[in-house]
């Protein structure tokens, strides 16, 4: 994890201040070895010229100029690039810096993970048999498992981040609860899926009957139980604004938010293409965005989005709910429990480290 003084004084200044994209989703690569029934991103077969190290680092000096804050990278597998680690080291210099993971690379690339502040592990079950089902590959759990495992034991932030769907709703809970008594984080998403856009930046979700919710009372009883599971367990990564968000959304329909597409948030892909969210089509190269940012069009586009209710990923709710320099501060709040969490992990990892190399250790062996 990169943390500095520096870095911590530049992010609340950022936070303080109003109209500014906070949070930043890079899908820095299409491409992907797994084979997820619920994802669209392996299945077009169509490549494209990704930006090179120096233009993403260009783009990411922009962004920092923008005032975001958050930069997650995801993809496809960000951990497929081969300069990835390069990437995270300068991202993490100025931003909040989260990469995903489907638990495949991160045994090769422990050290490049260190640069990062968090490290999401897709994982949707506690069954192997069901999570191997989701994800197309055989051995999918085993290795998830182990990467959340021993990343936790090297001291990397490491956390879980299940996509709740009917398939697996009845085990969220205890899937929860098993993860926070270890200590590891669980942050989550919801399965959702695109629905058809010629000109959309970037394909993600895809229908799949058997993962969309139909059960919505079980969604609010989920909710219920994590909001209880929160009073009592730091490391659950999901705020009570968002989860009152959901029960509002699932037991009446109703949407507590304004999406936020554009202003508080937007989408970048692995050409450098910035969209509002992925489901829209692409406005500005991430090179002309400082310029564009508050352009009359870019104004119209803001208008626009927020009228929008087309979906309910969850990231797009927290980000539409999370908007403004209050809630900034709301979040750094809460999270509270969640930041000592943070600093534990990383003084019991410094002392394992230091126990490692005490030479009292190596006399006991």
Request: proline fraction near 2%; aromatic fraction near 10%.
């Amino acid at each position: 994890m990169q943390v500095s003084i520096q870095k911590a004084i530049s992010i609340f200044e950022r936070c303080a201040t109003p109209h500014r994209p906070y949070h930043v989703q890079w899908l820095i690569t299409q491409k992907c070895n797994y084979q997820c029934r619920g994802c669209n991103v392996w299945r077009n077969k169509h490549r494209v010229n990704e930006l090179g190290t120096e233009e993403v680092k260009r783009g990411l000096d922009i962004l920092r100029k923008l005032g975001a804050i958050e930069i997650v990278f995801s993809g496809g597998n960000p951990l497929m690039r081969s300069d990835i680690g390069e990437i995270l080291e300068y991202a993490s210099k100025h931003f909040i810096t989260t990469i995903y993971d489907n638990g495949s690379k991160a045994l090769d690339k422990i050290d490049v993970l260190r640069k990062a502040d968090f490290v999401a592990i897709s994982l949707d079950s506690l069954d192997g048999k069901k999570h191997d089902y989701v994800k197309g590959v055989s051995g999918a759990w085993e290795k998830a498992m182990d990467a959340v495992m021993q990343l936790h034991d090297e001291g990397v932030f490491v956390g879980v981040s299940p996509t709740i769907s009917q398939f697996n709703i009845d085990e969220i809970v205890d899937f929860t609860k098993y993860f926070v008594n270890l200590d590891v984080p669980v942050w989550y998403c919801l399965y959702w899926y695109d629905q058809p856009e010629r000109n959309q930046l970037f394909k993600i979700g895809r229908k799949v009957d058997e993962f969309e919710i139909v059960d919505k009372g079980k969604v609010v009883e989920v909710c219920d139980a994590i909001l209880e599971l929160k009073k009592k367990h730091r490391g659950i990564f999901i705020t009570e604004r968002t989860l009152e968000a959901l029960r509002n959304l699932f037991l009446y329909g109703k949407r507590t938010w304004r999406c936020q597409a554009l202003q508080s948030f937007f989408m970048i892909d692995p050409q450098g293409r910035v969209a509002g969210c992925h489901l829209r089509e692409p406005v500005a190269s991430i090179f002309e965005l400082q310029k564009m940012w508050n352009d009359e069009k870019f104004h119209k586009l803001r208008r626009k989005f927020e009228m929008c209710t087309r979906c309910a990923y969850l990231c797009y709710i927290f980000y539409s709910l999370y908007s403004d320099v209050r809630s900034n501060m709301e979040i750094m709040l809460t999270q509270q429990r969640n930041v000592k969490l943070l600093i534990d992990n990383l003084l019991t990892a410094r002392g394992r480290s230091y126990v490692a190399s005490s030479p009292v250790k190596a006399n006991h062996r």
